[in-house]
């Protein structure tokens, strides 16, 4: 739950920063450069999630161990 409350925060803020954009534009490249950082990261968690909850590597998984023939 936490999770997805945290990337729907992040998406709302990146439509805000995005709709400031437009409403505002930046007068320099300067502040449009300074601006795409934040966004970037608030996209990023708010496509792929927080990165201390996603790994690196995929997992392997396990297979199940042979059935017991002896009886």
Not at 46 to 57: K, Y
């Amino acid at each position: 739950m936490n999770d997805i409350f945290i990337r729907l925060v992040c998406g709302v803020l990146v439509a805000v920063m995005g709709l400031g954009m437009v409403a505002h534009p930046p007068t320099n490249t300067m502040q449009v450069v300074g601006m795409l950082l934040p966004v970037s990261m608030l996209l990023s968690v708010a496509i792929r999630g927080l990165p201390w909850r996603r790994s690196s590597f995929p997992r392997k998984r396990v297979p199940p161990p042979p059935p017991d023939a002896g009886g």
